[in-house]
């Protein structure tokens, strides 16, 4: 089965300060995405990447800043954090457009 | 851009019935239509998914159709367990592999 690992778990933050995401995948995968996930409003993207240094605007970028330094990983950057990102992080990778995706475990993000 | 609706947010069925769940797309362009389960607490799975080269796909338990015409597609579970219960998400792609998602449908299996 497919590995997508993401770090920290967890993540409790002030608002105003500066986080990163961390997201590796080992199964060679060429395509990698930056969801949340938040009540009422299902799983949103972030942003996406097909390969190392490529990077795609999703449908919910404002305030995220994105990374993908090799294959295996994919970084998510909140610079100036606040309360409205405060949310459930999924990190997914996929071998190819319209192929089966997986995600990771989720990282919980609070803004306080 | 792409946008898909789930159009129930809960569904509470007896267990050994069958469950649907519709969703619709506006993208003609989309060609490609997963459905993901998500167990409480957990991350999501890939459960089944479907092409715009066909309208109907099985897998043991799972049926999903796809309605080109009406841009509409559906996930049906059939003789549901208990172990059903979960949050289900469709979703659609284009050939760019920007995979947007629908809001989810809690579904619920009553023993």
């Known amino acids: 089965e497919a590995a997508v690992t993401q770090s920290p778990r967890n993540k409790v933050t002030v608002t105003g300060g500066n986080v990163t995401l961390s997201c590796r995948q080992t199964?060679?995968?060429?395509?990698m995405y930056w969801y949340r996930q938040d009540t009422g409003h299902g799983l949103r993207l972030i942003h996406y990447s097909y390969g190392a240094g490529n990077l795609q605007i999703g449908d919910v970028p404002d305030g995220y800043k994105a990374t993908r330094t090799t294959q295996e990983d994919f970084f998510l950057l909140l610079e100036l954090a606040s309360p409205s990102q405060t949310s459930l992080y999924f990190c997914?990778?996929?071998?190819?457009?319209?192929?089966?995706?997986?995600f990771g475990k989720g990282t919980r993000l609070t803004v306080v | 851009g792409e946008k898909v609706e789930q159009h129930e947010s809960t569904l509470s069925v007896r267990e050994g019935d069958s469950a649907v769940i519709n969703c619709t797309y506006t993208?003609?362009?989309?060609?490609?239509f997963p459905w993901y389960k998500q167990e409480a607490g957990k991350s999501l799975h890939f459960v089944i998914d479907?092409?715009?080269?066909?309208d109907r796909k099985q897998s043991q338990r799972l049926i999903v159709l796809l309605d080109k015409k009406a841009k509409r597609f559906s996930l049906h579970i059939t003789a549901t367990q208990p172990e059903d219960s979960a949050i289900y998400f469709c979703a659609a792609s284009m050939d760019t592999g920007k995979l947007i998602f629908g809001l989810g449908t809690t579904l619920q299996v009553q023993p």
């Open positions: 479907i092409r715009s080269n066909v």
């Open positions: 993208d003609t362009a989309s060609s490609y």
């Open positions: 997914a990778s996929s071998g190819g457009a319209n192929t089966e995706v997986f």
């Open positions: 199964n060679s995968h060429n395509y």
